[in-house]
């Protein structure tokens, strides 16, 4: 009577254990982000995938950009020329972007030419066959894209910037890879990164523009194809930076210095503290604006440069407008200053610009600047999503970050932030007593030792009336930078990313 108890308990046992596991696939069924936009007869296509260049393998860096690029090199239906004949035919566009965390693969397409363009579009990302021919030809690209890279300059302190505050960490290198990396790559390599990273529980799916339900269905069947499986957050240790730290990269011929300052933090747009630390910075130097604090000191009131800006995120600009691109998304982000000035003026702008965000984190935002930022911001916001595509983006960015509602809810949440609430924040995150310095200059040594002298210079244009800053001017430059020996590194531009 036991061992028939027992039987039974364990059938029921084993049903209800693959109920579970039942539940557990459904409950990871693919779904669409859509954005409906039927008065134009385009259709957007967006499949995000969690596995940028921090998946790259130790030693394999640049596999995840690789693979990226040979999976438009081929698939079961298409030829590399037959892909670029079909796309030119068609009007469409096919673009493959990688970032940190993830790969962006879009699509777009006029509504007569869907089924054309969506056999080619599906199959890049479900059958792509590798060809063996085109591995030295994406090999040779994207060593040419490292060497472009290298040429040029607001790119390569950007990313050097980057690479320097995550040293260590899987976000410490270029997308791209490292020379000697990239010549390691192998067809083999790119089918195990495809068959690990390239599966279900890994995609976000959107539809943007004039669809039907019927390819919504199409969509979420095809890509269920792939197979299941999830793969790990790619983690690692961020070492903090303790004082200031300086970077200098040599570059010869320059005669206009660029300078990136700032430090990683644990902040994301699923944080509560994210829309005071937003407002915070549009008031301290919002991209390509002239309402922040770093414009108006470095540009309007001193001429020093056409522009000084800052960031509370990975910031990628959109093609040519000033806006930034959706798609971006980091579990751990970095706070940055931007400027470029000519070069007796460097060490003057470094230090203005820590000024400037020193001043934020002791003493916060002017009360009758509060409204009037807020009101910017929030003017501005329209532009973001006035595209089906731009606003798809961004969905798919709340999709990662777990954080529904940022779109739709981000002007009323711009507007709810109080002082207090940036105060809190630019004190909590903001540091500019621990900051990473990266200059890209002629002469590292001789800059070295200007920096750690106790002279600061600066040379106004010649039509501005430098009279009325001389006692503003007079504590920047004495504004200590509290920098010795040991806080320096130096590296040649032309050795980076070998």
């Given at each position: ?12 046992s ?10 557990c ?32 393998p ?38 493959v ?24 579009f ?8 590798f ?15 490292i060497e ?39 067809r ?21 523009g ?9 969509f ?50 699923s ?39 800052s ?76 595209t ?91 504004y ?19």
């Amino acid at each position: 009577m036991f061992n028939k108890w027992f039987k039974v308990l364990m059938l029921l046992s084993f049903i209800f254990s693959f109920g579970i596991i039942s539940f557990c696939i459904n409950a990871h069924a693919l779904e669409v982000v859509q954005v409906k936009k039927t008065e134009i007869p385009v259709v957007y296509f967006k499949v995000m995938i969690h596995a940028g260049s921090a998946y790259d393998p130790p030693g394999k860096e640049g596999l995840s950009y690789f693979t990226a690029q040979m999976i438009q090199r081929g698939t079961q239906s298409f030829t590399r020329d037959q892909m670029d004949d079909l796309l030119d035919y068609l009007s469409g566009r096919l673009n493959v972007a990688v970032h940190k965390e993830v790969i962006v693969i879009s699509g777009t397409t006029l509504k007569e030419n869907l089924d054309k363009f969506y056999q080619l579009f599906s199959e890049v990302i479900l059958k792509p066959t590798f060809p063996q021919d085109q591995v030295e030809k994406t090999r040779i690209d994207q060593l040419d894209a490292i060497e472009n890279l290298r040429q040029d300059d607001v790119d390569l302190v950007k990313e050097s910037f980057d690479n320097y505050i995550f040293q260590g960490h899987p976000y410490g290198h270029s997308v791209y890879g490292k020379e000697s990396s990239v010549k390691s790559l192998t067809r083999q390599d790119v089918m195990d990164f495809y068959n690990r990273y390239y599966v279900q529980d890994n995609l976000l799916l959107g539809l943007a523009g004039d669809f039907d339900e019927t390819l919504v269905e199409r969509f979420k069947k095809d890509m269920s194809t792939l197979k299941t499986g999830k793969t790990p957050k790619a983690e690692g240790n961020v070492q903090p930076i303790n004082g200031r730290k300086v970077l200098l990269i040599e570059k010869e011929g320059r005669t206009q210095n660029q300078i990136r300052i700032g430090h990683s933090y644990f902040i994301s747009r699923s944080s509560t503290d994210y829309f005071p630390l937003l407002v915070a910075n549009v008031y301290l130097g919002k991209h390509r604006e002239s309402i922040g604090q770093l414009y108006k000191t470095v540009r309007m009131q001193r001429g020093l440069s056409y522009g000084a800006y800052s960031y509370i995120e990975d910031f990628e600009q959109s093609g040519w407008s000033k806006l930034a691109a959706p798609n971006v998304p980091r579990d751990m982000q970095y706070f940055n200053m931007w400027t470029y000035v000519k070069s007796p003026n460097t060490k003057f702008a470094i230090k203005l610009l820590l000024k400037n965000v020193s001043d934020l984190a002791l003493n916060g935002i002017p009360q009758d600047r509060v409204q009037l930022t807020k009101d910017f911001e929030a003017n501005q916001y329209p532009f973001q999503i006035e595209t089906p595509d731009r606003k798809l983006g961004l969905l798919l960015d709340d999709k990662f970050y777990g954080n529904p509602g940022f779109v739709d809810n981000y002007e009323k949440k711009v507007e709810k932030v109080t002082r207090e609430e940036i105060n809190r924040v630019a004190a909590t995150y903001l540091s500019p007593e621990n900051v990473a310095i990266v200059v890209m200059v002629s002469d590292p040594e001789k800059f070295k030792q200007e920096l750690l002298s106790d002279q600061t210079n600066i040379e106004y244009p010649s039509q501005f009336d430098t009279s009325v800053l001389e006692s503003e001017d007079a504590l920047i430059k004495a504004y200590d930078l509290k920098l010795k020996d040991s806080d320096f590194e130096i590296v040649k531009a032309s050795e980076l990313f070998k």
